[in-house]
């Protein structure tokens, strides 16, 4: 059986046609290979992702099209978290996973704004819930990150495993997960 990732083969598409267009309108050299274009311009360990100006433009949604952000859903999570960085990105897109429908409460994207605004609140909410300053330190390493609010069960699954809190298995944690994943 074959399984194809279309979301990976619409990327590629994205990718050939924007070098192809660069190339036709004498932006990116004609004379090199798709891949030598690739590894020169457009691969991960060369792009400037410390450029403010590349995180001004997403977050004023003036980028044609970021991969998992061209939706509403995505461009809303962008303008609400105001990424600055690869990680705070990475946070928006597994926090937009955890939008639902429902009404009332507050969202864990807008607590994570909320949060990354005024760190304070966090611990706040922790000494509000009897966490002790000792508690908190140790949960630091696996939220403090993302201002307290893990966007990935992957991060569940770590805290879980600490042995200054649950001491769980890899197979433990993992049942958690799914456990929580349901609810």
């Known amino acids: 059986m074959t399984k194809y990732d279309f979301l990976v083969t619409e990327v590629q598409d994205k990718i050939t046609e924007t070098i192809s267009l660069m190339q036709k309108y004498d932006v990116l050299p004609k004379d090199k290979t798709l891949r030598e274009i690739y590894d020169e311009y457009l691969h991960p360990e060369v792009l400037p992702i410390e450029d403010k100006k590349i995180w001004e433009a997403l977050r004023n949604n003036s980028v044609l099209n970021v991969f998992q ?3 509403d859903i995505g461009a809303q999570a962008a303008k609400k978290i105001q990424p600055n960085s690869v990680l705070e ?4 897109n597994g926090l937009m996973r955890l939008m639902t429908g429902e009404e009332g409460g507050e969202n864990p994207m807008d607590k994570y704004v909320r949060f990354k605004n005024d760190i304070s609140l966090w611990y706040k909410e922790m000494t509000d819930f009897g966490l002790t300053k000792e508690e908190q330190k140790t949960l630091e390493p696996y939220f403090k990150q993302s201002y307290g609010v893990p966007p990935s069960q992957e991060q569940l699954m770590e805290m879980l495993m600490d042995e200054n809190i649950c001491g769980f298995s890899l197979k433990e944690a993992n049942a958690a997960r799914k ?5």
Do not use: M, P
């Open 69 to 71: 952000f061209d939706s």
């Open 179 to 183: 456990i929580v994943g349901r609810l």
């Open 89 to 92: 990105l990475a946070d928006a």
